[in-house]
């Protein structure tokens, strides 16, 4: 393996149980996206037992003074410039998410940032959920696109949300199941706009079977991540009984929405979106300031961003109309979502008046 910066030979070193590869020449190491976090947090708690790190001075221009990066070590890519996070720490990095490489004189520099994003429950997740499902309809939840990794709030629920895990249950056990039938009865259970208009009590129960089909991995696991997000502090609210008549309605209504506003009804639709968008909409009139935070990455950097609720589900909203103005193909069902909301948030709006008098 070559060094990314002098394309002299890097030698294995191990540090606190981590693996990186070293040169001498450079005083720099090359880490593995997955060593990074454990490695900076290796190296926190190693100052803060009074250990010396250095720090450098001029850290954003003493690495490429001069210098130009090479290839990665692992895939031979050539490497690219990048800043570590906001330590105006400037190095190499592996287009394709290998690694990234430092110098052990500016660590210091990264650490004095990285003591301000560190969260010792993080991990790296670096998976994309952003699949295709060619020709249908699938509710994608387009904003996960913008944020990879983990989310939660601050809601303390008084007891275990059991709806909505089970309706994760359900959801992943409809999904395996299409792998072992046949793919015409997959279909079936998917809402088709124009047979529903046609024959609508033959194709009444596909408004309900469509909810719990997915198009892909992706999708599922966006739906089910933000499904457990929003659900667990709606159901412990209004409880289990009106939770699952605000999951089913608010579903039925965001397919509805869509079948109305659709330019090809033939198109079939499927995904649980339309529904976990009634759910994100009751949350907003339950929690609107709720903190959302989203645990993400920039370049293998770990940091959380805090939202409210009413600003990020706002901004959702406000996406969601633009999007389905400007969207020319029909493969995110952003009425469905538009839909949803807006009856998830009536319905919550009328319950509580109700329940008031």
């Known amino acids: 393996m070559n060094c990314p910066s002098c394309n002299g030979q890097l030698k294995n070193v191990t540090l606190g149980g981590i693996e990186v590869s070293g040169c001498g020449p450079c005083d720099g190491v090359w880490i593995r996206k997955n060593d990074v976090n454990p490695f900076l947090t290796y190296m926190k708690e190693y100052r803060n037992k009074g250990k010396k790190i250095r720090t450098s001075e001029n850290s954003e221009n003493e690495l490429l003074n001069g210098q130009k990066g090479r290839y990665c070590p692992d895939c031979n890519s050539s490497t690219e410039v990048f800043e570590w996070g906001e330590s105006d720490v400037i190095s190499f990095s592996c287009p394709k998410n290998c690694g990234a490489w430092l110098r052990l004189k500016q660590l210091g520099n990264i650490l004095d940032w990285y003591e301000t994003i560190y969260n010792p429950n993080l991990g790296y997740r670096f998976f994309k959920i952003n699949e295709k499902t060619d020709g249908v309809v699938s509710g994608e939840t387009s904003f996960l696109k913008g944020f990879l990794g983990w989310v939660n709030d601050d809601i303390n629920v008084t007891s275990t949300p059991i709806i909505t895990i089970t309706l994760i249950i359900i959801n992943v056990i409809f999904f395996i199941g299409t792998f072992f039938i046949d793919p015409y009865q997959v279909l079936n259970l998917c809402f088709f706009p124009s047979k529903f208009l046609n024959d609508p009590g033959v194709y009444a129960i596909s408004l309900f079977t469509s909810m719990f089909m997915h198009g892909g991995v992706g999708h599922l696991l966006g739906n089910m991540l933000f499904l457990y997000l929003f659900g667990k502090g709606v159901e412990d609210k209004m409880g289990i009984f009106l939770f699952i008549a605000i999951y089913l309605s608010t579903g039925v209504i965001a397919t509805f929405a869509h079948m109305l ?4 009804p033939s198109a079939p639709v499927l995904g649980a979106s339309g529904a976990i968008s009634g759910i994100m909409g009751g949350y907003l009139f339950l929690f609107p300031k709720a903190t959302i935070s989203f ?25 969601q109309q633009v999007l389905g103005i400007l969207s020319s193909t029909n493969g995110i069902a952003w009425y469905a979502h538009l839909g949803g909301f807006t009856a998830g948030f009536a319905i919550l709006f009328l319950l509580v008046r109700v329940f008031k008098q």
């Open 261 to 264: 506003l659709t330019t090809d």
């Open 295 to 319: 645990h993400t990455n920039f370049l293998f950097i770990p940091f959380k961003i805090n939202l409210k609720a009413w600003f990020y589900l706002g901004i959702w909203f406000f996406l």
